[in-house]
């Protein structure tokens, strides 16, 4: 059983348009990530959310996590090329130690030109 | 600046080889991690260690062993190589909450 479910697990879109990825459980996590890997590399951090609630912008990327500390979501403004890659949640349950992760398996995006 | 550097970065093994993946970081990072990851599966935690001198286990421990001697390197070993090891492997480091990772290691398993 998937502890992260991702959603949608591929999208294809164009240049300049806005999308938005899920990432649901039914656990509560006391902090949340958000990664991106390119092809043959591995996942990059983009941001970190411990607050329920929280909602964090990085230029074109917002963030947002739930009240209830058991879901996020990603939204991409006007998406460019650049922007293609996995994007990775990953969750900390409380008592994990060492802070070991949970990941959900990705949602693979494709921007093209 | 190297980061997390794992070695090697691709591998072919016979069944039943044995072999040592190393990872290297240079952030003085207490917590050190071995993830895989496989289509459809998405990255699932193999050992790690919450400090030099100790390891735990994982999601998927079964048929690797670890060790952690010196604080900067975590090392990953098969000891019977099977088909289903085949995988890329990660190696992870963190201070807290937000993880670097190594580029990873291509392993084939024939």
């Known amino acids: 059983t998937q502890l992260l479910e991702q959603s949608p697990q591929f999208l294809s879109i164009q240049e300049g348009e806005n999308l938005t990825v899920y990432c649901n459980s039914s656990?509560?996590?006391?902090?949340l990530q958000w990664y991106r890997q390119e092809p043959g590399e591995g996942p990059v951090l983009l941001v970190t959310?411990?607050?329920?609630?929280e909602v964090k912008k990085l230029k074109r990327l917002t963030f947002q996590f739930g009240d209830a500390r058991k879901d996020s979501s990603l939204h991409i403004t006007a998406a460019q090329p650049g922007d293609t890659g996995l994007y990775l949640c990953?969750?900390?349950?409380?008592?994990?130690?060492?802070?070991?992760?949970?990941f959900g398996k990705g949602t693979s995006l494709l921007v093209t030109p | 600046n190297a980061g997390v550097t794992q070695t090697p970065k691709f591998r072919v093994l016979k069944t039943g080889q044995s072999m040592t993946l190393l990872c290297a970081q240079d952030?003085?990072?207490?917590?050190m991690y071995w993830y895989r990851q496989d289509p459809g599966m998405g990255l699932r935690l193999i050992h790690y260690?919450?400090?030099?001198?100790?390891?735990a286990k994982g999601e998927v421990p079964d048929g690797y062993n670890v060790s952690r001697l010196k604080k900067q390197n975590f090392l990953l070993g098969l000891e019977s190589a099977a088909p289903s090891q085949t995988s890329v492997y990660f190696c992870?480091?963190?201070?807290?909450?937000?993880?670097?990772f190594g580029s990873g290691t291509r392993l084939t398993v024939v």
């Open positions: 992870a480091s963190s201070q807290n909450y937000g993880y670097t």
């Open positions: 656990s509560v996590f006391s902090s």
């Open positions: 959310v411990v607050t329920g609630g």
């Open positions: 990953a969750g900390r349950q409380r008592g994990n130690s060492g802070y070991a992760l949970n």
């Open positions: 952030m003085n990072h207490e917590y």
């Open positions: 260690s919450v400090g030099e001198g100790t390891t």
